[in-house]
């Protein structure tokens, strides 16, 4: 029996059910899976949220209100008395790369910081003197960024080094939840992978990066794969086990289809990445990338990308945009698009400047807010194009770019425009909630191995279009120009 990724009635539903929850940068969501991975109709729920951004790098949100969150989109979807007690699993992925220092009873001491603040960049700059970051890299998988844990450390202890002497463990988002929830902060491999402590070979904790952090082994939750059974106040929940927190990386590429090294995956919500799964570590490993240890056999290659849905949303909300965006980006490019670095909250991959902003050139008299806004939008795909160009020589057995997410699905059009400039061509994913698709499978992979999983559902398939090569090239080498100049001049 072959079977589609629709939504699918309670009735029709194939045991065991998994409730997956997804923490993003804009909502937490949450909804109940059958065995197939379809979304059972009627048993989703979203809670809105958003970070507290300030000029100075700053990028929080409250932990609290978080699991407030999750807790209502449990209650959301675990109502339905027709439910009984068919989940027999509960599985989460957050937004990675989140910090939270909590004390020995668990409550927080700090907001949560998320992956975009960068408040800590002159501590990376303190750290690129005092270690040999490219030894860094290849034990963790990780540069020496704002996102990790121990510029983070180094730049709090600096700042308040009171605050830092009271916590006894710092968590992820996803841990802190779950602490709340079943007492437990479950971290899976992949949430500690993002941590930028974690050796992507061997699984332990990197010593040297330990001690520049000021941490202890203690004081960082140990990576399981591994479910618990765990108490709690939902009836309906009385049978499940609970899955360690992973990554929305992870569990993106899981519901994208890309399950092996010949599927690229190109995430594309508030935030971005070019990721492929492998098995085992990268060898060799790009400098511009990184290559996060997911579970005991499998890493994620790839490069994240801060601002992708953040710069539509702040195209959308900062200029008069016409209604008809479609045609904007289905457009012939133009020469009098200006060149746009797309660095709304820093730079990733592959260059990793923290403290990088957006720079607009070849703005004239004459550029209306739709070049701009195109503009932008060619920023971005030149931004997929640089992580491109360096995850080529490590996974060169890529055959598909499968694209999905927020900004796909609403913008459609933009995905001619990456595979323009990616050239080559880019299918779009149009299952929406992809990742939490992802955490539902991965869930299933221990709860129901021998069932068939729905295939994912895909729409257009983008073919680069060669009479828009040679602008392309020439925008790629502008682009590459300019941020040598601005960024490292």
């Given at each position: 029996?072959?079977?589609?990724?629709?939504?699918?009635?309670?009735?029709?539903?194939?045991?065991?059910?998994?409730?997956?929850?997804?923490?993003?940068?804009?909502?937490?969501?949450?909804?109940?899976?059958?065995?197939?991975?379809?979304?059972?109709?009627?048993?989703q729920h979203k809670v809105p949220h958003?970070?507290?951004?300030?000029?100075?790098?700053?990028?929080?949100?409250?932990?609290?209100?978080?699991?407030?969150?999750?807790?209502?989109?449990?209650?959301?979807?675990?109502g339905d008395p027709r439910l009984a007690t068919r989940i027999t699993g509960v599985a989460m992925d957050t937004f990675a790369a989140s910090l939270i220092g909590v004390d020995a009873s668990g409550r927080a001491l700090t907001p949560c910081l998320t992956y975009a603040d960068?408040?800590?960049?002159?501590?990376?700059?303190?750290l690129r003197q005092e270690l040999d970051e490219h030894a860094v890299q290849q034990r963790t998988g990780t540069r020496l960024h704002t996102s990790y844990?121990?510029?983070?450390?180094?730049?709090?202890?600096?700042?308040?080094?009171?605050?830092?002497?009271?916590?006894?463990?710092?968590?992820?988002?996803?841990?802190?939840?779950?602490?709340?929830?079943?007492?437990?902060?479950?971290?899976?491999?992949?949430?500690?992978?993002?941590?930028?402590?974690?050796?992507?070979?061997?699984?332990?904790?990197?010593?040297e990066l330990l001690a520049v952090a000021g941490l202890t082994p203690e004081q960082l939750s140990p990576p399981t794969d591994d479910s618990v059974p765990a108490p709690s106040r939902w009836a309906a929940l009385a049978r499940a086990a609970w899955f360690p927190v992973i990554t929305d990386g992870l569990a993106s590429n899981i519901g994208s289809g890309a399950l092996d090294a010949t599927v690229l995956t190109a995430a594309t919500a508030t935030s971005g990445a070019l990721r492929v799964l492998l098995d085992g570590p990268a060898?060799?490993?790009?400098?511009?990338?990184?290559?996060?240890?997911?579970?005991?056999?499998?890493?994620?290659?790839?490069?994240?990308?801060?601002?992708?849905?953040?710069?539509?949303?702040?195209?959308?909300?900062?200029l008069r945009l016409s209604p008809d965006l479609a045609g904007v980006l289905s457009?012939?490019?133009?020469?009098?698009?200006?060149?746009?670095?797309?660095?709304?909250?820093?730079?990733?991959?592959?260059?990793?400047?923290?403290?990088?902003?957006?720079?607009?050139?070849?703005?004239?008299a004459a550029t209306d807010a739709d070049?701009?806004?195109?503009?932008?939008?060619?920023?971005?795909?030149?931004?997929?194009?640089?992580?491109?160009?360096?995850?080529?020589?490590?996974?060169?057995?890529?055959?598909?770019?499968?694209?999905?997410?927020?900004?796909?699905?609403?913008?459609p059009e933009w995905l001619q425009v990456l595979a323009d400039v990616l050239d080559r061509p880019v299918t779009h994913v149009t299952r929406s909630r992809a990742t939490q698709r992802g955490t539902a499978l991965l869930a299933l992979d221990v709860l129901a191995p021998g069932i068939e999983r729905a295939a994912r559902t895909t729409g257009k398939t983008y073919e680069p279009r060669a009479a828009h090569h040679d602008y392309y090239a020439g925008r790629r080498e502008r682009f590459a120009e300019l941020y040598d100049t601005v960024v490292h001049g």
């Open positions: 029996m072959h079977l589609t990724d629709d939504s699918v009635t309670l009735e029709a539903a194939l045991d065991p059910l998994v409730l997956a929850l997804d923490i993003g940068s804009t909502a937490t969501r949450g909804g109940v899976h059958d065995a197939s991975g379809r979304r059972v109709h009627g048993l958003a970070f507290t951004v300030a000029p100075d790098g700053t990028s929080v949100i409250d932990p609290g209100q978080v699991s407030a969150e999750v807790e209502q989109v449990i209650d959301a979807v675990t960068s408040r800590s960049a002159k501590a990376v700059a303190q844990h121990a510029p983070r450390l180094r730049w709090l202890a600096a700042e308040q080094p009171g605050l830092v002497t009271r916590v006894a463990a710092w968590w992820s988002l996803g841990e802190y939840v779950w602490s709340r929830l079943i007492g437990q902060p479950l971290a899976g491999t992949s949430t500690v992978a993002w941590t930028g402590l974690l050796d992507r070979r061997t699984g332990e904790l990197d010593p060898d060799p490993l790009p400098f511009g990338l990184w290559n996060y240890r997911v579970d005991a056999r499998r890493t994620l290659l790839g490069g994240a990308i801060n601002d992708v849905g953040r710069a539509v949303s702040w195209a959308e909300a900062t457009a012939p490019p133009s020469e009098a698009t200006p060149l746009v670095l797309p660095y709304l909250t820093g730079e990733r991959a592959p260059g990793w400047a923290g403290g990088a902003r957006a720079t607009l050139t070849g703005v004239s070049g701009l806004f195109r503009g932008i939008i060619e920023g971005v795909a030149m931004t997929y194009a640089r992580v491109a160009a360096e995850l080529h020589p490590a996974a060169p057995q890529v055959v598909e770019v499968a694209a999905a997410g927020r900004v796909s699905n609403d913008q």
